[in-house]
């Protein structure tokens, strides 16, 4: 290992105290990877691991704050780590201790103007604390966290827990979006808090696992642990929606006129049967004519009838 890996922990990873010098295989542990580009307006993150432990050895006479975190990442554009276990030094007698060790250990984050999507997974992990060398605090089969943002809609988180769980040696049933607490006599108490996913109308955030840890092997206070740890943490913010286009009023059509229609037929109507404002005239007309003509065929007559008698 060349001296730029040593050298990372310390330049890259400010949460952890001068007085803890983390080593991780095969990538060194670092800080959040950023992803690089700009002008994204959504955000997102992913984490396999974080501890916030205050580890006390010698009956408090030398205390350690262990703050540290695994495969942490964020965005806009995009970052993915897979390291796989974490040792810390300085926390065991002198001799390396190893924190978490996993056969999968993913975490992603992605972001753009349209969406944002934070992702971590963990399979079969196994974490430590210092006092504790042979019994894992916590053992899982596989954990994901997801959080998805997308411009214009509801955020979604979600957590799952799948397969066996293992505290402090002692499987244990866990209940989706509840709280379990494992107190085991000359070792310690570890109360879980499993699935926890929140969303408002523009952020996700899913956790899988989030611990509360209070451990101090048979009471001896060589080396006690008190804090928290968080498994497997995916978070996301929304782009903002692009402004709605103003849509036009449809310009209203001018409607056709209608006409009402009543009992009496309208007298423009009468020429669609034959007839005219002026048919009474003209049949008055008519009428005097056939009169006259008749009246002078009769005078006619009589006149041819006193000639022939004279």
């Known amino acids: 290992m060349n001296s730029n890996t040593f050298r990372m922990p310390v330049r890259r990873c400010a949460a952890v105290t001068a007085s803890v010098a983390l080593v991780a295989t095969p990538v060194a542990l670092a800080g959040p990877a950023h992803g690089t580009g700009g002008g994204a307006e959504g955000r997102a993150s992913a984490v396999v691991l974080r501890t916030g432990l205050d580890v006390s050895l010698l009956n408090k006479t030398v205390n350690l704050p262990l703050n540290a975190s695994l495969n942490e990442v964020t965005a806009p554009a995009s970052a993915e780590r897979s390291t796989l276990s974490v040792r810390l030094d ?14 999968v250990a993913t975490a992603k984050a992605t972001a753009d103007e349209k969406r944002a999507e934070g992702y971590a997974n963990l399979v079969r992990a196994r974490i430590h604390v210092p006092g504790l060398p042979l019994v894992s605090l916590i053992e899982v089969e596989k954990v994901t966290s997801r959080a998805l943002c997308l411009a214009g809609e509801r955020p979604v988180a979600e957590s799952n827990v799948l397969g066996h769980v293992t505290v402090l040696g002692e499987k244990v049933t866990l209940t989706a979006g509840g709280r379990t607490t494992v107190d085991v006599p000359a070792v310690g108490k570890v109360t879980l808090d499993l699935s926890r996913e929140q969303t408002t109308s523009r952020t996700a955030a899913a956790t899988a696992l989030q611990l509360k840890v209070a451990v101090n092997p048979l009471k001896l ?5 008190n804090g928290t740890v968080t ?30 229609q009543t009992g009496a037929e309208p007298k423009e109507n009468l020429a669609e049967t034959g007839g005219s404002s002026t048919t009474p005239y003209i049949a ?10 008749a009246g002078a065929l009769v005078m006619a007559r009589r006149r041819g009838r006193a000639r022939a008698r004279g």
């Open 90 to 103: 300085g926390v065991n007698q002198g001799q390396p201790f190893q924190l978490l060790r996993a056969d």
């Open 221 to 225: 206070n060589v080396a006690e642990v």
């Open 231 to 260: 498994l497997v943490q995916a978070t996301c913010t929304s782009p903002k929606a692009p402004p709605k286009k103003e849509e036009k009023p449809a310009e209203e059509k001018p409607k056709p006129e209608i006409t009402p």
């Open 284 to 293: 008055g007309g008519s009428a005097a004519l056939l009169g006259l003509g």
